[in-house]
């Protein structure tokens, strides 16, 4: 039965009595809880339950109705070394009271915690110091690259001392096959190893003794144990050898061992270090000063010291400081680290910027919008940092071989040397056969596997666009065979636009001309549309007086001395006309979900001067981005509200699979569901009413400018709403998911195979060690290649 503890629970949303006595009842249900007690006026349950009850209370909770307050801890963990470290420090955070979820990253060396709200700090970080680990809170981005880089010094210094020292021992091997018979004196040897063994590898001693103070293991007792028995055997021997003669010592396996160990480690957190590249890339995007302008007076201030409101000016050149508006000025932002957008986005007054981007050619004055961590390039970092922190699935089979991996190790190391000396071996060749187990063993690469990968393959992805929410949303988006797209706003612009203009007499630019007058200073998107149109053509606009709004009908006015009306078929049925000869286009439109405006003269003589279809317009991309995915045999599907004319037109111009229109917002999601019982369906879309669909989905894609909402429902959010970043996500999702298992593929096979030959004599402990080291490094190395990935599918267009 598991000890006793009592749990302090805040409970909010409690508002009378029979609120307390609900959460009472709830609590009690949980199994082995009892003492229960509920406050209303200070808002806490306090329980006493068995140790590792706190999530089943807190489940308890929130299913009756009430939210437990929690919040979000980061701890750096030092003296990590393999999979087994991992396990030890996760269940010695876990048994915090408090603690409701803990992931700890080898790779990133973070431990990442979800916390009830009123636990501190101090006692995560003196758990972690009980289990044998060092922890701290993450420090700012440049100091820890700098400790980063101390730490690289360090152990480069200690490298290549041990490698110097190391050397003469082992030339003697390497002369041997040369006809060159050589031995450095035993007290030489000795002088040699001794400051190898315990000055340079004293790290191994200091990681072991805490390990085993914790009643756990890992790499460094393995490393600790199998150099000592080396370096002990050595000592023995040359003890009882008689005077004047060679006696044969193994110093040199275990510096070797050693020197080779210390390099493995070295590179492989030069390795690890560029797995977080592009968090730091990130991290360094962020200005640390800012210039505001108060009264029209300029001065430098620190971007903690700014407030919402705040006007800031950007000069060419410079990152912008904060998200804002912009209030005076035109320029150019290269966006390309934040949202993957090669091409400078042009910035006008009223026009949006985000903290971090570069400004262009021209001086901006912006008015801030945004501070801090809820700046896009805070959350982006936040999406980042919290993908790579969390496990995928495949990491739960890791963790419970590596809850057994050292102690199996131990075991064997002893049957090997027990199996030897009973063989009739002598005790010398029977303990560095031992020894060879001992060293050759690496749970490094197992806990280094997946990590590595998922750090690897989230940030290549944040650099092209594409943010991984978490390890799951990876692991679910490689299977992915069946992508589901909202049309408005996912692959159509979102804004209708002139797709066709027909005159009775005339050309299409006179048409335009006198549309655009009667809609001068309308909010309305169709006026918009024609607007637009007048600007792309350079037509001039003439000006219009009298102008009227004819409700439900159209609008009015006289231009150039002409009485004039723009609306839809039931202002041409009120004048008494007829199409003409426009009723086939009309009908032909129309059947294509086409919105319909008449252009029409309503005196002297009334006619119809036109006709305007207003339609949605495909995203630049789409087409390409629906290819993409056929390629790879990923069939689409298209998901609107819209009529089902619409619809079709859009998936006949993109080559979609299947079409399902007038689906309501509420039924968006049976839809999906109902698609996911023949497979693992992805859905893509960008609005409120797309939130439910894309959480029902295996995967949710929400697409950049969109909703928080979508964007909180989906796994994936694209940083623009480019659909070509549809097929790269899934792409990118399938390469790391590759790359998670060839390594752990190597690192369960190098152990499987490797641990057996030295078992059965085949692996001195120097080839052992060099064997250790090189699994680490290529593990890591392997996950580096996917940095090198790009969108095989996506052409840059030309300005």
Same mark, same amino acid.
């Given at each position: 039965?598991?000890?006793?503890?009592?749990?302090?629970?805040?409970?909010?949303?409690?508002?009378?009595?029979?609120?307390?006595?609900?959460?009472?009842?709830? &609590?009690?249900?949980?199994?082995?809880?009892?003492?229960?007690?509920?406050?209303?006026?200070?808002?806490?349950?306090?329980?006493?339950?068995?140790?590792?009850?706190?999530?089943?209370?807190?489940?308890?909770?929130?299913?009756?109705?009430?939210?437990?307050?929690?919040?979000?801890?980061? =701890?750096?963990?030092?003296?990590?070394?393999?999979?087994?470290?991992?396990?030890?420090?996760?269940?010695?955070?876990?048994?915090?009271?408090?603690?409701?979820?803990?992931?700890?990253?080898?790779?990133?060396?973070?431990?990442? =915690?979800?916390?009830?709200?009123?636990?501190?700090?101090?006692?995560?970080?003196?758990?972690?110091?009980?289990?044998?680990?060092?922890?701290?809170?993450?420090?700012?981005?440049?100091?820890?690259?700098?400790?980063?880089?101390?730490?690289?010094?360090?152990?480069?210094?200690?490298?290549?001392?041990?490698?110097?020292?190391?050397?003469?021992?082992?030339?003697?091997?390497?002369?041997?096959?040369?006809?060159?018979?050589?031995?450095?004196?035993?007290?030489?040897?000795?002088?040699?190893?001794?400051?190898?063994?315990?000055?340079?590898?004293?790290?191994?001693?200091?990681?072991?003794?805490?390990?085993?103070?914790?009643?756990?293991?890992?790499?460094?007792?393995?490393?600790?144990?199998?150099?000592?028995?080396?370096?002990?055997?050595? =000592?023995?021997?040359?003890?009882?050898?008689?005077?004047?003669?060679?006696?044969?010592?193994?110093?040199?396996?275990?510096?070797?061992?050693?020197?080779?160990?210390?390099?493995?480690?070295?590179?492989?957190?030069?390795?690890?270090?560029?797995?977080?590249?592009?968090?730091?890339?990130?991290?360094? &995007?962020?200005?640390?000063?800012?210039?505001?302008?108060?009264?029209?007076?300029?001065?430098?201030?620190?971007?903690?010291?700014?407030?919402?409101?705040? &006007?800031?000016?950007?000069?060419?050149?410079?990152?912008?400081?904060?998200?804002?508006?912009?209030?005076?000025?035109?320029?150019?932002?290269?966006?390309?680290?934040?949202?993957?957008?090669?091409?400078?986005?042009?910035?006008?007054?009223?026009?949006?910027?985000?903290?971090?981007?570069?400004?262009?050619?021209?001086?901006?004055?912006?008015?801030?919008?945004?501070?801090?961590?809820?700046?896009?390039?805070?959350?982006?970092?936040?999406?980042?940092?919290?993908?790579?922190?969390?496990?995928?699935?495949?990491?739960?089979?890791?963790?419970?071989?590596?809850?057994?991996?050292?102690?199996?190790?131990?075991?064997?190391? =002893?049957?090997?040397?027990?199996?030897?000396?009973?063989?009739?071996?002598?005790?010398?060749?029977?303990?560095?056969?031992?020894?060879?187990?001992?060293?050759?063993?690496?749970?490094?690469?197992?806990?280094?596997?997946?990590?590595?990968?998922?750090?690897?393959?989230?940030?290549?992805?944040?650099?092209?666009?594409?943010?991984?929410?978490?390890?799951?949303?990876?692991?679910?988006?490689?299977?992915?065979?069946?992508?589901?797209? @909202?049309?408005?706003?996912?692959?159509?612009?979102?804004?209708?636009?002139?797709?066709?203009?027909?005159?009775?007499?005339?050309?299409?630019?006179?048409?335009?001309?006198?549309?655009?007058?009667?809609?001068?200073?309308?909010?309305?998107?169709?006026?918009?549309?024609?607007?637009?149109?007048?600007?792309?053509?350079?037509?001039?606009?003439?000006?219009?007086?009298?102008?009227?709004?004819?409700?439900?009908?159209?609008?009015?006015?006289?231009?150039?001395?002409? @009485?004039?009306?723009?609306?839809?078929?039931?202002?041409?049925?009120?004048?008494?006309?007829?199409?003409?000869?426009?009723?086939?286009?009309?009908?032909?439109?129309?059947?294509?979900?086409?919105?319909?405006?008449?252009?029409?003269?309503?005196?002297?003589?009334?006619?119809?001067?036109?006709?305007?279809?207003?339609?949605?317009?495909?995203?630049?991309?789409?087409?390409?981005?629906?290819?993409?995915?056929?390629?790879?045999?990923?069939?689409?599907?298209?998901?609107?509200?819209?009529?089902?004319?619409?619809?079709?037109?859009?998936?006949?111009?993109?080559?979609?699979?299947?079409?399902?229109?007038?689906?309501?917002?509420?039924?968006?999601?049976?839809?999906?569901?109902?698609?996911?019982?023949?497979?693992?369906?992805?859905?893509?879309?960008?609005?409120?009413?797309?939130?439910?669909?894309?959480?029902?989905?295996?995967?949710?894609?929400?697409?950049?400018?969109?909703?928080?909402?979508?964007?909180?429902?989906?796994?994936?959010?694209?940083?623009?709403?480019?659909?070509?970043?549809?097929?790269?996500?899934?792409?990118?999702?399938?390469?790391?998911?590759?790359?998670?298992?060839?390594?752990?593929?190597?690192?369960?096979?190098?152990? &499987?195979?490797?641990?057996?030959?030295?078992?059965?004599?085949?692996?001195?402990?120097?080839?052992?060690?060099?064997?250790?080291?090189?699994?680490?490094?290529?593990?890591?190395?392997?996950?580096?290649?996917?940095?090198?990935?790009?969108?095989?599918?996506?052409?840059?267009?030309?300005?």
């Amino acid at each position: 039965m598991p000890a006793s503890t009592t749990f302090d629970l805040p409970i909010a949303g409690m508002t009378c009595a029979s609120c307390a006595g609900r959460v009472e009842r709830a &609590l009690r249900k949980v199994s082995g809880a009892e003492h229960v007690s509920v406050n209303l006026a200070t808002e806490q349950a306090r329980v006493q339950a068995p140790a590792g009850s706190l999530p089943a209370l807190v489940g308890a909770v929130r299913d009756a109705g009430y939210r437990v307050p929690s919040r979000t801890v980061e =701890l750096s963990i030092g003296g990590m070394t393999c999979a087994s470290c991992v396990g030890r420090v996760e269940r010695a955070l876990g048994k915090v009271p408090g603690v409701e979820q803990v992931s700890v990253n080898l790779a990133s060396e973070r431990a990442h =915690l979800q916390v009830l709200q009123a636990l501190g700090e101090q006692p995560l970080i003196a758990a972690v110091e009980a289990a044998g680990y060092s922890a701290s809170l993450p420090q700012a981005a440049s100091a820890a690259a700098a400790g980063d880089q101390r730490r690289l010094q360090y152990e480069r210094l200690a490298v290549a001392a041990a490698l110097l020292l190391a050397l003469p021992l082992v030339l003697p091997m390497l002369l041997q096959p040369l006809g060159v018979h050589w031995m450095l004196p035993a007290w030489a040897q000795f002088l040699l190893a001794t400051p190898v063994q315990f000055v340079l590898g004293a790290r191994f001693y200091v990681a072991a003794f805490k390990a085993v103070r914790a009643g756990a293991g890992n790499m460094d007792l393995l490393v600790a144990l199998g150099t000592s028995a080396g370096y002990g055997l050595s =000592l023995y021997q040359w003890a009882q050898a008689p005077a004047g003669t060679q006696p044969h010592l193994y110093f040199e396996a275990s510096a070797v061992v050693i020197a080779l160990v210390l390099l493995g480690k070295y590179l492989e957190s030069r390795a690890k270090r560029q797995t977080a590249s592009a968090i730091r890339a990130l991290e360094a &995007l962020r200005p640390e000063r800012a210039v505001r302008v108060v009264d029209g007076i300029e001065e430098d201030v620190a971007i903690a010291q700014l407030r919402l409101g705040d &006007l800031v000016r950007v000069q060419p050149g410079e990152r912008f400081p904060v998200d804002g508006q912009v209030e005076q000025g035109s320029s150019h932002a290269d966006e390309a680290l934040i949202s993957g957008e090669s091409l400078p986005v042009p910035k006008q007054p009223g026009d949006s910027v985000t903290g971090g981007a570069i400004n262009g050619e021209g001086r901006l004055l912006v008015r801030t919008q945004a501070l801090g961590t809820e700046t896009v390039l805070a959350r982006i970092i936040r999406l980042v940092e919290d993908a790579q922190a969390a496990k995928a699935p495949i990491q739960k089979l890791v963790d419970r071989v590596s809850q057994v991996f050292v102690p199996a190790v131990l075991v064997l190391a =002893l049957c090997t040397l027990v199996g030897w000396w009973l063989a009739g071996a002598a005790i010398e060749t029977a303990l560095i056969n031992a020894v060879a187990v001992l060293v050759i063993a690496c749970p490094c690469a197992l806990g280094l596997a997946t990590p590595a990968a998922i750090m690897a393959g989230t940030g290549v992805a944040a650099r092209h666009g594409i943010l991984i929410k978490d390890a799951e949303a990876l692991e679910r988006a490689h299977a992915v065979n069946r992508v589901v797209f @909202d049309k408005t706003g996912t692959l159509t612009s979102g804004s209708p636009r002139i797709l066709h203009c027909q005159a009775v007499a005339g050309d299409a630019a006179s048409l335009k001309r006198l549309a655009g007058a009667l809609q001068r200073g309308s909010e309305h998107p169709l006026a918009k549309a024609v607007l637009d149109a007048c600007a792309e053509q350079g037509l001039e606009v003439p000006t219009v007086s009298n102008s009227q709004s004819l409700t439900g009908r159209g609008i009015a006015g006289q231009v150039e001395g002409r @009485d004039l009306a723009l609306g839809n078929r039931r202002l041409l049925d009120e004048s008494g006309l007829q199409p003409g000869e426009l009723l086939d286009k009309a009908q032909a439109w129309e059947a294509q979900g086409r919105t319909l405006s008449w252009l029409i003269e309503r005196a002297p003589t009334p006619r119809v001067l036109g006709l305007f279809a207003f339609g949605d317009s495909l995203k630049s991309g789409a087409e390409q981005a629906i290819a993409a995915l056929h390629a790879r045999h990923i069939s689409s599907h298209l998901l609107t509200g819209d009529n089902r004319g619409s619809a079709k037109v859009v998936a006949e111009a993109l080559g979609i699979d299947d079409v399902h229109a007038e689906v309501l917002p509420a039924d968006k999601a049976a839809t999906v569901a109902a698609l996911k019982r023949d497979g693992v369906v992805a859905m893509v879309g960008d609005g409120i009413n797309d939130a439910p669909a894309l959480a029902a989905a295996d995967i949710g894609i929400a697409m950049g400018g969109g909703t928080d909402v979508a964007m909180q429902a989906a796994g994936i959010t694209l940083m623009r709403g480019d659909p070509r970043l549809v097929p790269a996500a899934l792409q990118i999702s399938r390469k790391t998911y590759a790359k998670i298992r060839q390594n752990l593929f190597w690192a369960f096979i190098y152990n &499987l195979v490797g641990i057996p030959l030295a078992a059965l004599g085949y692996l001195n402990p120097v080839l052992a060690g060099a064997a250790m080291a090189l699994s680490s490094v290529s593990v890591v190395g392997n996950a580096l290649w996917l940095k090198t990935w790009k969108p095989t599918h996506i052409t840059e267009e030309a300005p």
